[in-house]
């Protein structure tokens, strides 16, 4: 378990689970979500979400994994761009073990 601080002030936090992020990583969810400028605001937020409900629609597949992830981090009432933010951060440190992971069960 992870946790990430949703808002500037610190008093919002959200748990993140390792189910969560390679849900994440499954969906390559964040490949070209942020702009060449490298912000984080609502917009991307927003695009997040549309991508997110385009791949629920068209999937054929059980997507209970992307569903899960929706519920409890996308659309969490308290989650806006600065909690994505943080998200995006936590994802790209834990990468590294993602990669290691892969190599360990090759």
Known sequence: MFDIQLNESG?????ITAENLHTIKKYSLFDGLVGSTGI????????????????IAHSSEDSKDLLDLC???????KMKAYGLRNLIALYREQESSFDQEATAEA
């Open 71 to 77: 519920i409890d981090v996308i659309y969490h009432d």
């Open 11 to 15: 008093t919002r936090h959200l748990q």
């Open 40 to 55: 984080v605001d609502e917009t991307v937020l927003d695009k997040l979400k549309m991508t997110i409900r385009a791949l």
